[in-house]
Nanobody
Framework: QVQLVESGGGLVQAGGSLRLSCAAS????????MGWHRQAPGKQRELVAT???????NYADSVKGRFTISRDNAKNTVDLQMNSLKPEDTAVYYC????????????????WGQGTLVTVSH
């Protein structure tokens, strides 16, 4: 079974930086798009950034110029470098990936991590 495990969340002051990491493990065959979403208290989960296996990236307007997504295809990892953090970036951040495995019948299915909390103080 494929799992995604996030790390790197925590408490930071406004204007600071954090780097989130996510690693996929298990009997996987291939990973297509990987990404990060976030969910703030009382709000719906929203897209933060995605990156394809070829390196094409997409960002939410609210994080453009501040966040950078990257991945290592050989290690099955995806990172999110977050700079110039704002209090409104406070949320639980979830890693997700489209993963093909024997268990999925070699189809790409979405897999989610358990989430990591990022808190940005004023």
């Amino acid at each position: 079974q494929v799992q995604l495990v996030e790390s790197g969340g925590g408490l930071v002051q406004a204007g600071g930086s954090l780097r989130l990491s996510c690693a996929a493990s298990g009997s996987l065959f291939s990973i297509n798009t990987m990404g990060w979403h976030r969910q703030a208290p009382g709000k719906q989960r929203e897209l933060v950034a995605t990156i394809t296996s070829g390196g094409n990236t997409n960002y939410a307007d609210s994080v453009k110029g501040r966040f950078t997504i990257s991945r290592d295809n050989a290690k099955n990892t995806v990172d999110l470098q977050m700079n110039s953090l704002k209090p409104e970036d406070t949320a639980v951040y979830y890693c997700n990936a489209d993963v093909a495995s024997k268990a999925s019948g070699w189809r790409y299915l979405g897999v989610w991590g358990q989430g990591t909390l990022v808190t940005v103080s004023h």
